[in-house]
């Protein structure tokens, strides 16, 4: 690990001020994903800003009906939050399906939102990556990408966003509220949060340098059968080959995103529209367009699948 | 240093104790070192010069087991590395050091964490438990004493990581924390030989104790269902 300065801060602004003040800095709270990756050398911060001391650690009630979920509410208590899991059962089951229980008593919201991928490329620094090493290349396309993307992906990169979290907020619509170095804050809709890797898979995410997350807004319960189903090599602790979020009503409409299949929770209008007729029509729209490896192929046939079972979950014909 | 009442580990000047560990360590540099010319090379033509940058130290009060403890750390110093190289408390055992194994978990403000992946600096004024916390040899906390008449163990380097992974997982199933394998989240889970084995999936036995370790948790629980 290289050397780093550290400091805490006291308050969103000054968290926020402190990072866009020395260039390399970076924001540090539960750390999980951050210092994984600082061991391999992967990421090299200068100077780490603990946010861990600024508030934003609770949940409560947002305007029309909503709910605010504080940037450091750590992941465990949102899952086990009694709202949470009355009114936005997709969230609670995502969380818990990711992680173990450990990283979730450390990991929190924000950080679940910016976490990098698991592509093995990324992680092995011996290895072309245009996402750790800009025009470096990526070796992923032609090598070991059972776990990649087949959605939204470019020549460039075709890593996944690991996140199960982010998938239920992205199906419930969620808002992510952030404060810059100035002061100003804005609402991002997640979907608008992160972005595909086009030519630059280094850059994950619209916030701009020394931008802190303060809390992620959850418009008004939608109601419907929420379902979080994620299918993985193993039962438990490891990432989603695909995952499948979904509210479906008692009318048959709904709306559905899938992780483990793009650089972003992956949701499409045509696949929401097309869920009163099944999942094969569900899956060929979320998936047109669809590239995949020899490797991870498997995933089409798999996200329709795992579509049909949620659908049947749901009580609707699959 | 201060003595700690929980340290078990052989006492002396560090600098003049030759530990098992140390000369494995020497072993290993000087074999690499016979292969690193060429490597040296290639390393060099393709990569920029490693930019140096000057160590930062940092100061952090931790309370350990009961006692405060006063630190000064370079920042990189984990939670971890606090414990077993500062402290001396060697329990907390360094698994993969990347958080997917659990060998380092230990409790911090009654949460289970992986101590692996924390810095220490972030920690301050926190409660750690670690294994020599939970009990002694005269006086084994229930659990640890479980996993003895159980033998949930083999080569018993996880055992300290499960024991206090077991030890807040029940504390998570009181406090009515909901799991992956909850049937319904509105109520209260009930604690299941399938609810244990999903709470308890942060932990990796190498040696497949598994069904023992959940025995030895089942009689702490008081039974499953």
Same mark, same amino acid.
């Given at each position: 690990?290289?050397?780093?300065?550290?400091? $805490?801060?006291?308050?969103?602004?000054?968290?926020?001020?402190?990072?866009?003040?020395?260039?390399?800095?970076?924001?540090?709270?539960?750390?999980?994903?951050?210092?994984?990756?600082?061991?391999?050398?992967?990421?090299?911060?200068?100077?780490?800003?603990?946010?861990?001391?600024?508030?934003?650690?609770?949940?409560?009630?947002?305007?029309?009906?909503?709910?605010?979920?504080?940037?450091?509410?750590?992941?465990?208590?949102?899952? *086990?939050?009694?709202?949470?899991? $009355?009114?936005?059962?997709?969230?609670? $089951?995502?969380?818990?399906?990711?992680?173990?229980?450990?990283?979730?008593?450390?990991?929190?919201?924000?950080?679940?939102?910016?976490?990098?991928?698991?592509?093995?490329?990324?992680?092995?620094?011996?290895?072309?990556?245009?996402?750790?090493?800009?025009?470096?290349?990526?070796?992923?396309?032609?090598?070991?990408?059972?776990?990649?993307?087949?959605?939204?992906?470019?020549?460039?990169?075709?890593?996944?966003?690991?996140? /199960?979290?982010?998938?239920?907020?992205?199906? #419930?619509?969620?808002?992510?509220?952030?404060?810059?170095?100035?002061?100003?804050?804005?609402?991002?809709?997640? *979907? /608008?949060?992160?972005?595909?890797?086009?030519?630059?898979?280094?850059?994950?995410?619209?916030?701009?340098?020394?931008?802190?997350?303060?809390?992620?807004?959850?418009?008004?319960?939608?109601?419907?059968?929420?379902?979080?189903?994620?299918?993985? /090599?193993?039962?438990?602790?490891?990432?989603?080959?695909?995952?499948?979020?979904?509210?479906?009503?008692?009318?048959?409409?709904?709306?559905?995103?899938?992780?483990?299949?793009?650089?972003?929770?992956?949701?499409?209008?045509?696949? /929401?529209?097309? #869920?009163?007729?099944?999942?094969?029509?569900?899956?060929?729209?979320?998936?047109?367009?669809?590239?995949?490896?020899?490797?991870?192929?498997?995933?089409?046939?798999?996200?329709? $699948?795992?579509?049909?079972?949620? #659908?049947?979950?749901?009580?609707?014909? *699959? | 240093?201060?003595?700690?009442?929980?340290?078990?580990?052989?006492?002396?000047?560090?600098?003049?104790?030759?530990?098992?560990?140390?000369?494995?360590?020497?072993?290993?540099?000087?074999?690499?070192?016979?292969?690193?010319?060429?490597?040296?090379?290639?390393?060099?033509?393709?990569?920029?010069?490693?930019?140096?940058?000057?160590?930062?130290?940092?100061?952090?009060?931790?309370?350990?087991?009961?006692?405060?403890?006063?630190?000064?750390?370079?920042?990189?110093?984990?939670?971890?590395?606090?414990?077993?190289?500062?402290?001396?408390?060697?329990?907390?055992?360094?698994?993969?050091?990347?958080?997917?194994?659990?060998?380092?978990?230990?409790?911090?403000?009654?949460?289970?964490?992986?101590?692996?992946?924390?810095?220490?600096?972030?920690?301050?004024?926190?409660?750690?438990?670690?294994?020599?916390?939970?009990?002694?040899?005269?006086?084994?906390?229930?659990?640890?004493?479980?996993?003895?008449?159980?033998?949930?163990?083999?080569?018993?380097?996880?055992?300290?990581?499960?024991?206090?992974?077991?030890?807040?997982?029940?504390?998570?199933?009181?406090?009515?924390?909901?799991?992956?394998?909850?049937?319904?989240?509105?109520?209260?889970?009930?604690?299941?030989?399938?609810?244990?084995?999903?709470?308890?999936?942060?932990?990796?036995?190498?040696?497949?104790?598994?069904?023992?370790?959940?025995?030895?948790?089942?009689?702490?629980?008081?039974?499953?269902?």
């Amino acid at each position: 690990m290289k050397a780093f300065a550290y400091e $805490r801060a006291r308050t969103p602004a000054e968290a926020a001020a402190a990072v866009a003040r020395e260039p390399g800095a970076k924001f540090i709270a539960g750390g999980t994903n951050l210092l994984d990756l600082m061991k391999l050398d992967i990421e090299t911060p200068t100077h780490l800003v603990d946010v861990n001391g600024i508030g934003l650690d609770e949940i409560g009630k947002a305007e029309e009906g909503g709910l605010r979920i504080g940037a450091l509410v750590r992941n465990t208590d949102l899952a *086990a939050d009694k709202t949470v899991r $009355r009114d936005y059962p997709v969230l609670s $089951r995502a969380l818990l399906s990711g992680a173990s229980g450990q990283l979730r008593n450390r990991a929190t919201t924000a950080g679940n939102l910016l976490q990098r991928t698991r592509c093995p490329y990324f992680y092995d620094t011996d290895q072309a990556c245009n996402k750790r090493l800009p025009g470096s290349g990526c070796a992923a396309l032609g090598g070991f990408s059972r776990h990649n993307a087949i959605v939204g992906v470019s020549d460039a990169c075709i890593a996944t966003h690991p996140s /199960d979290m982010a998938v239920a907020m992205r199906v #419930l619509d969620a808002i992510v509220e952030t404060v810059d170095p100035q002061g100003n804050t804005r609402a991002i809709p997640i *979907a /608008d949060l992160h972005r595909l890797p086009g030519e630059t898979p280094h850059i994950e995410h619209t916030l701009k340098a020394g931008e802190l997350i303060t809390a992620v807004t959850l418009p008004k319960p939608v109601g419907g059968r929420q379902i979080y189903r994620k299918v993985r /090599d193993r039962a438990s602790y490891a990432f989603a080959l695909v995952s499948v979020a979904a509210i479906v009503q008692r009318d048959g409409s709904g709306r559905i995103a899938m992780g483990g299949v793009a650089h972003k929770p992956w949701r499409v209008d045509a696949a /929401d529209a097309a #869920l009163p007729q099944g999942a094969s029509a569900v899956a060929s729209a979320l998936l047109s367009g669809a590239r995949t490896t020899h490797d991870n192929a498997f995933k089409k046939p798999l996200a329709e $699948r795992t579509i049909a079972a949620v #659908l049947v979950e749901a009580g609707r014909p *699959a | 240093m201060d003595k700690d009442p929980n340290d078990t580990t052989p006492q002396g000047p560090l600098e003049t104790r030759v530990s098992r560990r140390k000369v494995l360590i020497a072993g290993t540099v000087s074999a690499a070192a016979g292969a690193l010319p060429a490597v040296a090379t290639l390393a060099g033509e393709a990569t920029a010069p490693t930019e140096a940058r000057a160590v930062v130290m940092s100061k952090v009060n931790l309370e350990v087991n009961g006692a405060a403890r006063s630190l000064d750390l370079d920042t990189r110093t984990t939670l971890l590395d606090a414990l077993r190289e500062h402290l001396r408390l060697t329990g907390t055992k360094k698994g993969c050091d990347h958080g997917q194994c659990g060998a380092c978990t230990v409790i911090v403000d009654g949460r289970r964490i992986n101590s692996c992946l924390t810095l220490a600096v972030m920690h301050e004024g926190s409660r750690v438990t670690t294994i020599e916390g939970l009990g002694t040899p005269e006086r084994l906390h229930p659990m640890q004493a479980a996993f003895v008449k159980h033998d949930g163990y083999q080569c018993g380097y996880c055992t300290p990581g499960q024991i206090c992974s077991a030890v807040a997982m029940l504390d998570e199933v009181k406090a009515g924390i909901p799991s992956h394998v909850t049937a319904d989240l509105t109520s209260r889970s009930k604690l299941s030989a399938v609810e244990v084995r999903e709470r308890m999936s942060g932990n990796i036995c190498r040696c497949g104790a598994y069904s023992n370790i959940l025995d030895a948790i089942d009689e702490v629980a008081g039974g499953l269902a």
